[in-house]
C-alpha cells in the first residue's frame, strides 16, 4: 500500500537582506532536508525545541508556505508546487488546524458560517442543505448544533478549537496538519480535544501531522514520532522505541526533561548553550555544539539517518543505542573536553 503523504528532501530557506540597496546578505535554513512519511489513517508527530522548523514543514505540506527544495507527495499526487487554481482542489483532502483558536477565527462572523466557508468555497452542496451539515459537524464536535448563529467570542477556547475543528472536517479531508492545537489551551481542556480529535482519527479514517512540543501529548496521540532540530530530523519512529530507548542524545535530552507520567526514575540531562542560529548552522552534525559525545568527526561529517537495532532512523554518529565507539574518537573532542549532561541547561 502506498503512502498517503510522502515528503522528500524538502526545504526552505528564507533570504536575509541588508544594506542600502536591500541585497541578500544570507539565508535562514528554517528547513533543510526532511524525509518522512504518514500512512491513511495514521498520525505523525512532529516534535522539537521552539525554532526547530516543525511549524514551518506543517506549513509547506498545507501548501500554506512554498518550498524551496524537496518533494511533497499526496495521495499519489506532487503537490510541490501547485498554482492557486491547482491548491483549490487540494484543499478537499487536506486541511490545517491552527494554533490559536481565536485568532484562526474571524470574529465578525457566525460560527455557522465560518464552518460553512470550506463549502461555499469549494461549491460543495450537501444533500440536506448547508445549515443542516454545518449543524451536525457542530454536533460532530461536541458542541450544540443550535449555537449556529452565535459568534466566536461567545464561546470559550476549547469550544472554539471544537469549531476550527468543525471547519476542517467540513470538505472531509483525508488529512490533517494540526499546528500545537492545544498548546493554547488551559491543561484540563487540552485533554478533551485530544481525546476528540482520537475518536474523529478512528472514525474517520483521518491521517494527522501533528506538531507539538508537548512530549506527553505527542505521545498520548501519535503513532510516529519525529525529533527535530536546527531544521532536520535527527530521529523518526515508533512512539514506543522512541520513548522507551531513545538512540539520539537531543531526543534522550527531550524525555529526562519531560514529566513521567509512569512514575519511572529518570536521570535529568541538562544541555549547554543555546541552539546555533539556522542562519550559520554549525558544519556536520548540528547538534554537535550541544552534545556531551560530540568528537571531530561529528564536526567533519554530517550523519545520516540510519535504521538502529531498536527500530528507528537517527541521524547520529554515536546513538545511544550503540553501546561502544571507535577507539581514539574521544581524545579528539570538539570542543576540548566533554561537558557532564548532568550539568547543562534544555
Known sequence: MSHLLEVTGLTKHFPVRGGWLGRRVGVIRAVDGVDFTVDRGATLGLVGE??????????????????????????????THLNRRELRGLRQRLQVIFQDP???????????RIVAMPLVVNGIKPPGGIKARVQELLELVGLNPEHYNRYPHEFSGGQRQRIGIARALA?????????????????????????????????LNLAFVFIAHDLAVVRHFCQRIAVMYLGRIVEIGDRDAIYATPAH???????????????????????????????????????????????ARCAEAEPPLRT??????VACHFPESQQSQPTGTTA???????PDPRTAEV
Open 50 to 79: 521552539s525554532g526547530c522548523g516543525k511549524t514551518t514543514t506543517g506549513r509547506m505540506v498545507a501548501r500554506l508556505l512554498e518550498p524551496t527544495g524537496g518533494r511533497i507527495v499526496f495521495d499519489g499526487e506532487d503537490i
Open 102 to 112: 481565536y485568532s484562526s477565527l474571524n470574529p465578525r462572523q457566525t460560527v455557522g
Open 171 to 203: 470538505v472531509e479531508p483525508s488529512l490533517v496538519v494540526a499546528d500545537e492545537p492545544v498548546s493554547a489551551l488551559d491543561v484540563s481542556i487540552q485533554a478533551q480535544i485530544i481525546n476528540l480529535m482520537r475518536r474523529l482519527q478512528r472514525d
Open 249 to 295: 542524545p537531543y531526543t534522550k535530552a527531550l524525555l529526562s526533561a519531560a514529566p513521567d507520567v509512569h512514575g519511572e526514575a529518570r536521570e535529568r540531562i541538562r544541555l549547554e548553550g543555546d541552539v546555533p542560529t539556522p542562519l550559520n548552522p554549525p558544519s556536520g552534525c548540528r547538534f554537535r555544539t550541544r552534545c556531551w559525545k560530540a568528537v
Open 308 to 313: 538502529v537495532p531498536t527500530g528507528q532512523q
Open 332 to 338: 579528539d573532542a570538539v570542543s576540548g573536553s566533554r
